[in-house]
C-alpha cells in the first residue's frame, strides 16, 4: 500500500512539475516578446502605429471612393428625395456607408457622426441656406449699386432707344404712358417717408438729375432711379441687420481665419440682446480659446466640437460660451443642435 501510495504521489509530483515547466517556458517566450519590444525604438513604434493608422484610413477612403463610383454608375444621386426633419432617410450616399459598416464592423470608428454630420440633412440644408442667402443678397446689393452708376444708365438708355428703333416703339410714348399710370396712394405715402433720408445721403453728388426737365432721357433717368433706390431700400431694411450677423458665423469655424474674432462674436452678441455681455472678458476669452485649440493634437473639424472642448471649462469661457453657443443654434438646426450641447448647459 506504502508503495502504491508513493506511485501515487511521484506521478502527481511529475505532473506538477510538467504543468510549472510549461508555464516558466511560456513566461520565457513573453519576456522575450517584451525585451524584443523593448529594444526597439520609441521612433519605431510610433512608426509602426502611423502605418497602421494609415493602412485603416486608406481601407476606408477605398470604401468611400468605391460607393461613389458605384452611385455614378448606377445613376444615383448623393442625397435622397425625402430628407426632411421628420424623415430617417440620410441620403444616398450615407445610407450606403451604414450599410457597409454594418457589414465590415471596422470601419464604424471612422464613420461616427462626430465624422460624418455635415452630410446629414439636418445640417446641409441649412448651410445652403444660410450660405446662398449671403451670397445671393451681397451679391444682388452689389449689383443694384453698380447700376446707379450714371454710365450705366447711359448705355441702358442706348440699348433702349436701339430696341425702339427696331420695334418701330417711341420711347417718348412710352415713357409718358408709364408716368399717367396711378399708382395707389397708399404705396406712395409709405414709400416716401422711408426714401427720404436714404435718397438724400445715397444721391448727393453721383447724379444731376434735373427734376424739371422734360426730356425722354431725363423722364427715363428719373423714373429708373426712383425704382432702383426703392428696391434697394428693401433690401437695406430687411437684410442690413440680419445679412451682418450671418456672415459674422464664420468666427465660429476652427477652419476660418477668422475664428475666435472678438469683432464677429460682438455682432453675434448684439444682434441677440446679450446686454450683460462682458466685452473685455470676451476679448481676452476669444484669444485664449484660439491660441488653446491651436494646440491641441487633434483639429476639432466643426464649431460644435470645439465648445464641446470648452464646455469643462465654463467658468474660463463664462462670456464667450454665452455669445458663441448662441450663435451655433441660431445657425445650425435649432433641435440637432441643442442635443449636442445639451450637457454644457
Known amino acids: 500500500m506504502c508503495v502504491q501510495g508513493r506511485c501515487k504521489d511521484n506521478v502527481r509530483i511529475t505532473s506538477d512539475i510538467r504543468t510549472l515547466r510549461l508555464k516558466t517556458l511560456l513566461n520565457i517566450d513573453s519576456f522575450k516578446a517584451i525585451e524584443t519590444e523593448a529594444a526597439e525604438s520609441v521612433a519605431s513604434c510610433l512608426s509602426k502605429e502611423r502605418e497602421k493608422e494609415i493602412l485603416e484610413n ?17 445613376g444615383l444621386a448623393f442625397h435622397g428625395h425625402d430628407e426632411g426633419e421628420s424623415s430617417a432617410n440620410q441620403g444616398n450616399f450615407v445610407e450606403t456607408v451604414h450599410l457597409l459598416t454594418e457589414i465590415n464592423p471596422d470601419l464604424m470608428k471612422n464613420s461616427r457622426k462626430a465624422y460624418g454630420h455635415y452630410m446629414s440633412h439636418e445640417y446641409q440644408n441649412d448651410y445652403i441656406e444660410v450660405i446662398g442667402a449671403c451670397t445671393l443678397i451681397s451679391a444682388t446689393k452689389n449689383e443694384l449699386r453698380k447700376m446707379r452708376d450714371d454710365e450705366y444708365f447711359r448705355v441702358l438708355y442706348g440699348k433702349s432707344k436701339e430696341m425702339a428703333i427696331n420695334v418701330g416703339a417711341d420711347l417718348s410714348e412710352t415713357s409718358a404712358l408709364s408716368s399717367a ?32 426737365s422734360t426730356t425722354t432721357e431725363d423722364k427715363m433717368r428719373r423714373e429708373f432711379y426712383e425704382v432702383l433706390d426703392r428696391v434697394l431700400n428693401e433690401f437695406e431694411e430687411r437684410f442690413s441687420v440680419q445679412l451682418p450677423v450671418l456672415e459674422a458665423t464664420r468666427c465660429l469655424n476652427p477652419k476660418s481665419k477668422d475664428f475666435m474674432d472678438s469683432d464677429l462674436l460682438l455682432v453675434i452678441a448684439t444682434y441677440f440682446d446679450q446686454a450683460g455681455i462682458d466685452t473685455m472678458q470676451l476679448k481676452c476669452q476669444a484669444l485664449i480659446a484660439r491660441a488653446f485649440v491651436s494646440q ?29 453657443l448662441t450663435g451655433v443654434t441660431f445657425l445650425f438646426n435649432k433641435r440637432h443642435a441643442e442635443q449636442r450641447i445639451a450637457h454644457q448647459k
Do not use: W
Open 58 to 74: 486608406r481601407q476606408y477612403v477605398k470604401a468611400l471612393l468605391k460607393t461613389t463610383a458605384l452611385l455614378g454608375r448606377q
Open 181 to 212: 399710370i396711378p399708382v395707389k396712394s397708399k404705396r406712395v405715402q409709405k414709400i416716401s417717408g422711408r426714401l427720404r433720408d436714404y435718397l438724400t445721403t445715397t444721391t448727393i453728388g453721383k447724379h444731376n438729375i434735373d427734376s424739371e
Open 296 to 324: 491641441l493634437p487633434q483639429k476639432p473639424a466643426n464649431a460644435l466640437d470645439v465648445f464641446e472642448r470648452l464646455g469643462g471649462l465654463k467658468e474660463a469661457y463664462s462670456e464667450l460660451l454665452k455669445v458663441a
